[in-house]
């Protein structure tokens, strides 16, 4: 029995999606000075989907409900930016580099769906000619967006000796107001041993040596939005 009604759905039936999506990235690459240069990184996400469901009233699937009726419609918009200026220079037998940025990022999401059943015939498929008690309608949307500052500068000296520091200032708006913002840095040196004069590689079995130290702090904001806006519960009454 489940045999023919599942003919008679892909027969009767309705379930067609159409999606659209747009990816682009592009980065530039700006020479300042000599040691000095601007790099900016942008990136688009862009989709979109349309989704219609019918289910005939002439087969299991919308016999119930004398035909069922789904149309529903998702957009998602998300854009990043990244942008640093970095220099590089040779100072006392070493190599100097320091880095400054900022990174943006938006990410926007939008649906609508309507439902409606208790149809006339079999030919009216419209959600919007379904009885009016019998018709539904919700919609759904989230928007969460970011932004950082951040810096590092980097010494090694005669590719023996390395000191580096960062520091990190994120805004996120997935946190409550009080706490939307952190500070986040670390330190560190670095001693490459098999680049010392006392270092023989050719009668070692190890060719490569480095003892590295860091501390830092760092934090993440991988939770729902709604943790920090509060849930809230309503329908057409209140």
Wanted: net charge positive; charged share 20%; hydrophobic share 35%.
């Amino acid at each position: 029995k489940r045999i023919f009604s599942s003919l008679a759905e892909a027969e009767q039936n309705d379930n067609t999606q159409r999606a659209f999506s747009v990816l682009a990235n592009g980065g530039l690459t700006i020479k300042i000075l000599e040691g000095l240069s601007l790099r900016s990184e942008n990136g688009l996400d862009l989709s979109s989907t349309h989704e219609n469901q019918y289910n005939s009233m002439k087969n299991l699937s919308g016999m119930a409900e004398n035909g069922y009726a789904r149309k529903a419609m998702s957009n998602v918009l998300s854009w990043i930016t990244a942008n640093t200026l970095s220099y590089s220079k040779k100072i006392y037998m070493g190599d100097f580099d320091a880095v400054i940025g900022m990174e943006a990022s938006e990410s926007v999401r939008k649906s609508t769906n309507a439902t409606g059943s208790r149809f006339a015939n079999d030919w009216i498929r419209e959600v919007t000619y379904a009885p009016d008690e019998y018709r539904r309608g919700g919609s759904s949307g989230s928007e969460n967006s970011s932004l950082s500052y951040f810096g590092r500068i980097n010494y090694v000296w005669d590719k023996r000796y390395a000191i580096t520091a960062s520091m990190r200032r994120d805004g996120d708006s997935n946190f409550g107001s009080s706490v939307k913002w952190g500070t986040f840095a670390a330190a560190g040196v670095a001693w490459t041993v098999s680049n010392e004069q006392f270092w023989n590689q050719d009668n070692r079995a190890v060719s490569f040596l480095k003892f590295k130290a860091t501390y830092g702090n760092n934090g993440n904001a991988r939770f729902a939005s709604n943790y920090a806006k509060g849930v809230y519960s309503f329908d057409s009454t209140h």
